[in-house]
């Protein structure tokens, strides 16, 4: 098995761990560069906590290559398809391999972001309005029409998104209804289903749950504040774009509100051990669940490391937490 990268730490001065952990990064989804990066960043923390731990991609090699040295656990640091559409994860399970995260199922259901607005709608979460629609039904009914009836429903501005996919890729907010169709183009070319939501002004937070052993706990909301105004591909991943405070500097009680939805949407959607809810906080204090990530960013520009340091947390130290508690039990 190779190694999609080399890290940072010194690998020959390792110490000896009882725990051995593999680490998945890379794959070819359009996320690929953002998961080297989360992988590397593992890595370095997991060596820190004297982990023995190796970084390798999800190839051909990956089975023979668990075969022949079975890890104690897998730590998924895929984003996109490959890692967070349940696919790999369903495999591993038909190899009996232990990982960390959300079962196949539960990242399906999260993954289709339109199926999991349904959900989390469905257990009294609020969410902005939308209309989730395939390339197929613009081809069939004319595009013109069928952007009308949207406008018409859901007013303006509005958010354009693939239906599925992390990273804001394809995500567009469109103010001005001659926008909408480029907004529209743009969101198809990474994926066929575009989901079109209502644009709620307010205050975005990241919201991640952890379980390390003891139930889902909600970390401290780290509160997005892009330069641009929308938090987008590049707002996410270029240092000195964003500013993130974490904790969100929002009142008690709605930081309160904000904690029990994130943790409220992890368990209707029967999600495990990590994950990070988007949200966006109105001016009069409501919480709107916008989508889910079963697989968070660990970048250094990420907000799932930055609620773990707020909540007094080392990520090495919950990352082998999360590796032990996974490599003694079964699903």
Request: charged share 20%; net charge negative.
């Amino acid at each position: 098995m190779s190694e999609p990268a080399p890290t940072a730490v010194d690998t020959a001065a390792r110490p000896a761990h009882p725990l051995r952990a593999l680490v998945l990064a890379g794959g070819l989804t359009f996320e690929r560069e953002v998961s080297l990066s989360s992988g590397g960043q593992v890595m370095e923390a997991l060596h820190r906590a004297r982990v023995d731990a190796e970084l390798h991609d999800a190839d051909a090699e990956l089975l023979p290559g668990l075969s022949a040295h079975p890890a104690d656990a897998v730590f998924i640091a895929l984003h996109g398809a490959t890692g967070e559409d349940g696919a790999l994860r369903a495999v591993l399970d038909l190899a009996g391999v232990p990982y960390v995260g959300s079962p196949a199922a539960a990242c399906r259901l999260a993954w289709d972001k339109p199926a999991a607005k349904s959900v989390v709608r469905g257990a009294g979460l609020a969410t902005p309005d939308w209309v989730a629609l395939p390339h197929s039904t613009f081809r069939e009914l004319g595009a013109g029409a069928v952007l009308d009836l949207i406008v018409a429903r859901l007013g303006l501005p509005l958010m354009v998104k693939p239906a599925s996919g992390g990273s804001a890729l394809g995500a567009q907010k469109v103010s001005r209804v001659e926008d909408l169709p480029a907004a529209m183009v743009s969101s198809f070319a990474y994926g066929d289903t575009v989901l079109v939501e209502r644009f709620i002004e307010g205050v975005e937070l990241a919201l991640s749950v952890v379980d390390l052993g003891e139930g889902p706990e909600a970390l401290p909301a780290v509160e997005i504040a892009p330069e641009s105004g929308v938090f987008d591909y590049t707002s996410r991943y270029t240092p000195g774009l964003t500013e993130y405070h974490a904790p969100a500097r929002v009142p008690d009680d709605v930081a309160a509100r904000a904690a029990e939805m994130a943790l409220a949407a992890h368990r209707a959607l029967g999600l495990a051990d990590l994950s990070r809810t988007d949200a966006i906080v109105t001016p009069d204090g409501e919480v709107h669940f916008l989508e889910v990530n079963v697989s968070p960013g660990l970048t250094e520009t990420s907000m799932f490391p930055m609620a773990l340091e707020a909540a007094g947390y080392e990520l090495g130290d919950v990352l082998t937490r999360l590796l032990t508690h996974r490599a003694g039990s079964t699903r």
